[in-house]
């Protein structure tokens, strides 16, 4: 069993709807928890990181995780097409400087 | 540069040969790592350099990989004999020694191996 887990798509929206996005995780030492977005072709780029359990707003996104059920999410309002990309859980313990990545769900927004 | 820069983006190589994936980090940035992603197999992690102390190499798969970084900037992810295994994404990321987090990712060399 991976450490985390990701269901991997495809997930298709239409404009403007609220996408969820989650992971799942059984390390109970992840302390930092992030998500990063990945367009084909192009590296990663980092969108929220967030510390331990809480929720975490930047704009249309909002992160959240729940410590106690191992269980992280990421919320995209008002959905966009430019929204359309792999997004990619990623975690890590206190200290550690190595991340640990679900394999991203593939998200389309359509017009 | 303003980001960080890998080259080649694209290399075909035959199994059995050597391949050496470059990576040119954002200036300053004390901090790289290796990643290698595999359809369906989300990032891995290879290696990780952090300024003058002893990279962290845990995540390397076999004796075939290797790594080094000169100078404390432009790393060389070398793959020895390779093997279709290898076909992959390889990614390079750095970041400041301040922010534990923010990664920086390159756009990544895409191996295949024939």
């Known amino acids: 069993q991976k450490e985390v887990e990701q269901d991997p798509g495809p997930l298709s929206v239409p404009e403007g709807a609220i996408v969820s996005l989650n992971c799942t995780y059984s390390?109970?030492?992840?302390?930092?928890f992030m998500w990063y977005r990945q367009y084909s072709r192009k590296g990663p780029e980092l969108l929220m990181y967030?510390?331990?359990?809480g929720n975490k707003e930047d704009g249309r996104f909002t992160a959240q995780v729940d410590k106690s059920s191992k269980y992280i999410s990421l919320f995209i309002r008002d959905s966009q097409p430019s929204d359309s990309a792999t997004y990619l859980c990623a975690m890590s313990p206190f200290g550690n400087e190595k991340l640990t990545f679900g394999t991203g769900t593939r998200l389309t927004i359509i017009p | 540069g303003a980001g960080v820069s890998q080259s080649p983006s694209n290399k075909v190589t035959e199994k059995g040969k050597d391949v050496e994936l470059r990576c040119d980090p954002i200036?300053?940035?004390?901090?790289l790592y290796w990643y290698r992603q595999s359809l369906g197999q989300g990032l891995e992690f290879l290696i990780y350099?952090?300024?003058?102390?002893?990279?962290?190499k845990s995540g390397l798969p076999s004796d075939r990989f290797s790594a080094e970084r000169t100078g404390g900037s432009v790393s060389t992810l070398t793959i020895q004999r390779t093997q279709q295994e290898d076909s992959a994404v390889y990614l390079c990321a750095s970041r400041t020694g301040t922010v534990n987090y923010g990664y920086t990712f390159g756009s990544g060399t895409r191996l295949t191996v024939v």
């Open positions: 967030t510390y331990s359990s």
């Open positions: 200036s300053g940035h004390t901090a």
């Open positions: 390390n109970s030492a992840f302390q930092y």
């Open positions: 350099f952090q300024g003058n102390s002893a990279p962290d």
